[in-house]
C-alpha cells in the first residue's frame, strides 16, 4: 500500500496568526479588490475626527495598536501615514491599495477610542442640538468650539480642496456640518454591534 504525506519542513516560517478581533468584522464580497475609494476617504474622515477631537489622537491610534494586538498591521507612525495617504482626496496621496485587513484594524481602533470618549461625544453632540435649536453662537462653548476648529485645521491642511468630491466643504459652516456628522458616527460606533454596523457601512453601494 503506497503512502502519500504532505510534510512542511521543521525551519519552514508558520505565518503570523491574524488578531481574533479582526474575525468580528465579516469579508466584504470585494476582499480580494481592497477597499474602493469611498471607504478609503470614510475611514480616513473618521480618524481625522479622532485627532480633532482629542489632543494626541494620532498617538491614541498608536497606542490602541499596540493593545489590541494590531502592530503586525499597523507597525509604527509611517506605516500609519502612508495607509490614511491611501485616501485619493489628501494632498499627499499615494497610489497604494488599502487592504481589507488594514481598514478592519483602522475601524476597530476607531471605534475602541470612540467607546472610550463615549460621555465626551454624547455631551457634545447634545450641546450641538441645544445650540443650534436656540441659534446660539457655537463659538460660546469651549470644548465644542476647539473641536470644530482643529477638526477645520486638519482638513484643510491635509485634504485636497480642488478634488470633485470635496468642492462642496469650501466653507466652514460644510466642514462643522461634516465634523458634527463625523461625530454621530463615532457616538454610533460605541453602541450595539455599532462596530459592525459601522464597517458595512463603509461598503453600502460598493457591492452589488
Same mark, same amino acid.
Given at each position: ?9 521543521l525551519?519552514?516560517p508558520?505565518p503570523p496568526s491574524?488578531?481574533?478581533i479582526?474575525?468580528?468584522?465579516p469579508?466584504p464580497?470585494?476582499?480580494a ?8 476617504l ?6 481625522l !475626527?479622532i485627532?480633532?477631537l482629542e ?7 498608536? $497606542?490602541?495598536?499596540?493593545?489590541l494586538?494590531?502592530?503586525g498591521?499597523i ?5 500609519l501615514w502612508r495607509?490614511r495617504?491611501s ?7 499615494i ?5 481589507? @485587513?488594514e481598514a %478592519?484594524a483602522?475601524?476597530?481602533?476607531a ?7 463615549t460621555?465626551?461625544?454624547?455631551q @457634545? ?5 441645544q445650540?443650534s435649536? %436656540? ?8 470644548r465644542?468650539s476647539?473641536y470644530?476648529?482643529r477638526?477645520r485645521?486638519?482638513? %484643510?491642511?491635509?485634504m485636497? !480642496?480642488?478634488?470633485?468630491g ?11 456640518e ?7 458616527q463615532?457616538?454610533?460606533? $460605541?453602541?450595539?454591534?455599532? @462596530?459592525?454596523r459601522f464597517?458595512?457601512?463603509?461598503f ?5
Amino acid at each position: 500500500m503506497n503512502v502519500s504525506a504532505s510534510l512542511t519542513p521543521l525551519n519552514s516560517p508558520t505565518p503570523p496568526s491574524l488578531p481574533m478581533i479582526l474575525d468580528t468584522l465579516p469579508d466584504p464580497a470585494i476582499a480580494a479588490q481592497g477597499c474602493p475609494a469611498r471607504t478609503r476617504l470614510q475611514v480616513d474622515l473618521i480618524l481625522l !475626527a479622532i485627532e480633532a477631537l482629542e489632543l494626541g489622537g494620532s498617538e491614541a491610534i498608536l $497606542t490602541f495598536a499596540e493593545e489590541l494586538e494590531l502592530k503586525g498591521i499597523i507597525k509604527d507612525r509611517v506605516n500609519l501615514w502612508r495607509m490614511r495617504s491611501s485616501n485619493p482626496m489628501r494632498r499627499a496621496h499615494i497610489r497604494r491599495p488599502l487592504t481589507i @485587513m488594514e481598514a %478592519k484594524a483602522l475601524v476597530v481602533i476607531a471605534c475602541y477610542i470612540a467607546r472610550r470618549l463615549t460621555v465626551v461625544i454624547r455631551q @457634545m453632540l447634545m450641546i450641538y442640538q441645544q445650540m443650534s435649536e %436656540k441659534q446660539i453662537p457655537l463659538e460660546q462653548n469651549l470644548r465644542l468650539s476647539n473641536y470644530l476648529e482643529r477638526f477645520r485645521v486638519h482638513f %484643510k491642511s491635509r485634504m485636497n !480642496a480642488r478634488r470633485s468630491g470635496l468642492l462642496a466643504l469650501t466653507s466652514d459652516e460644510k466642514l462643522d456640518e461634516l465634523a458634527m456628522n463625523l461625530l454621530g458616527q463615532l457616538l454610533f460606533c $460605541t453602541g450595539t454591534a455599532g @462596530m459592525q454596523r459601522f464597517w458595512i457601512s463603509l461598503f453600502d453601494g460598493e457591492i452589488e
